[in-house]
T-cell receptor, first 111, second 112 residues
């Protein structure tokens, strides 16, 4: 069945780069997404990538997609304390009819 | 601000009761999704509507029901509430198939 997996926790020091990894199962996914959830808030769309792309860069964020391995990663450069949040990976499935979310990776940024 | 509005933001109710959560999608969005987020289950997809019709069903309990009205707002009805139903309930919307979904701020439900 459809499944998205992520590691649950990541700690980095302020100023370092963070890399959050995700694996998904639906090879027909059209889009893959990263969402950010801050405490007590909803899920905020950070970025997304089309399945025919390998990389997308948006300021401090870099998304890498390895379609062969069904692996997606989000790199945050110069991580700040404000980046502390839960990051969800998601894929669109069944030709975009629905979305499957991973369990979320809790990023802690240490001073 | 995503443009998706959910009410109420917080709700405390007793076991056995029934509540209704309301969602107004972004202007022009036809699809509405409901998700439940609890500490032990993560983000669980409940149900999706597209232009008033049910399109997909996830892990939604029989005690729960939803509908999407002609003006495209949606309601999630939770009945015979149990302690384990305490969670954050999210509504999300999208223009249609294959588009990005945008989340509301959620409705915190506490069952005591």
């Amino acid at each position: 069945g459809e499944d998205v997996e992520q590691s649950l926790f990541l700690s980095v020091r302020e100023g370092d780069s963070s890399v959050i990894n995700c694996t998904y199962t639906d090879s027909s996914s059209t889009y893959l997404y990263w969402y950010k959830q801050e405490p007590g808030a909803g899920l905020q769309l950070l970025t997304y990538i089309f399945s025919n792309m390998d990389m997308k860069q948006d300021q401090r964020l870099t998304v890498l997609l390895n379609k062969k391995d069904k692996h997606l990663s989000l790199r945050i450069a110069d991580t700040q304390t404000g980046d502390s949040a839960i990051y969800f990976c998601a894929e669109s499935i069944r030709d975009g009819q629905n979305f499957v979310f991973g369990p979320g990776t809790r990023l802690s940024v240490l001073p | 601000d995503s443009g998706v509005t959910q009410t109420p933001k917080h709700l405390i109710t007793a076991t056995g009761q029934r509540v209704t959560l309301r969602c107004s999608p972004r202007s022009g969005d036809l699809s509405v999704y409901w998700y439940q987020q609890s500490l032990d289950q993560g983000l669980q997809f409940l149900i999706q509507y597209y232009n008033g019709e049910e399109r997909a069903k996830g892990n939604i309990l029989e005690r729960f029901s939803a509908q999407q009205f002609p003006d495209l707002h949606s309601e999630l009805n939770l009945s015979s509430l149990e302690l384990g139903d305490s969670a954050l309930y999210f509504c999300a919307s999208s223009p249609g198939y294959g588009n990005t979904i945008y989340f509301g701020e959620g409705s915190w439900l506490t069952v005591v």
